[in-house]
């Protein structure tokens, strides 16, 4: 098990002004903040990143929306950091996130819900290798 996990903060909580208050609660759960990026990804970028679900229907548009305005990425240490960032973050669905997460607090839809979470630690490893260098790392 690792102690690290990856995040993005998404251009609809980017653009609805949530940086601040997402990253709070992040570090208000314990976690410790190890490499911050505010940038904005090119769909191509978007495209490699979301390869693993190319072939679903909702790929397109993910990697659209994505690329559409500037991101937060993070990676996050914590003990246990992949299983308990994403009871941090709540369900894909906002409407199903329980009280207190990340999504129920400023997600607004299943497409445009606030924050990535990696759902694993090898994919957290992967993801945060695809935004960061070592040397961004601290």
């Given at each position: 098990?690792?102690?690290?996990?990856?995040?993005?903060?998404?251009?609809?909580?980017?653009?609805?002004?949530?940086?601040?208050?997402?990253?709070?609660?992040?570090?208000?759960?314990?976690?410790?903040?190890?490499?911050?990026?505010?940038?904005?990804?090119?769909?191509?970028?978007?495209?490699?990143?979301?390869?693993?679900?190319?072939?679903?229907p909702?790929?397109?548009?993910?990697?659209?929306?994505?690329?559409?305005?500037?991101?937060?990425?993070?990676?996050?240490?914590?003990?246990?950091?992949?299983?308990?960032?994403?009871?941090?973050?709540?369900?894909?669905?906002?409407?199903?996130?329980e009280?207190?997460?990340?999504?129920?607090?400023?997600?607004?839809?299943?497409?445009?819900?606030?924050?990535?979470?990696?759902?694993?630690?090898?994919?957290?490893?992967i993801?945060?290798?695809?935004?960061?260098?070592?040397?961004?790392?601290?």
């Open positions: 098990m690792s102690n690290r996990t990856f995040t993005m903060i998404k251009p609809d909580a980017v653009k609805a002004g949530n940086i601040g208050n997402i990253l709070q609660m992040i570090t208000d759960n314990g976690f410790k903040i190890i490499a911050l990026k505010y940038l904005q990804i090119t769909k191509a970028q978007a495209e490699k990143f979301y390869e693993v679900h190319a072939e679903r909702f790929y397109a548009d993910l990697t659209q929306f994505m690329s559409s305005g500037p991101i937060v990425a993070a990676i996050l240490e914590k003990d246990n950091a992949v299983a308990d960032f994403r009871k941090l973050i709540g369900a894909t669905n906002p409407a199903q996130a009280e207190g997460t990340i999504r129920k607090k400023y997600a607004t839809s299943v497409g445009e819900n606030a924050v990535h979470g990696s759902d694993s630690d090898e994919n957290a490893a993801e945060g290798n695809f935004y960061f260098s070592v040397l961004e790392r601290f």
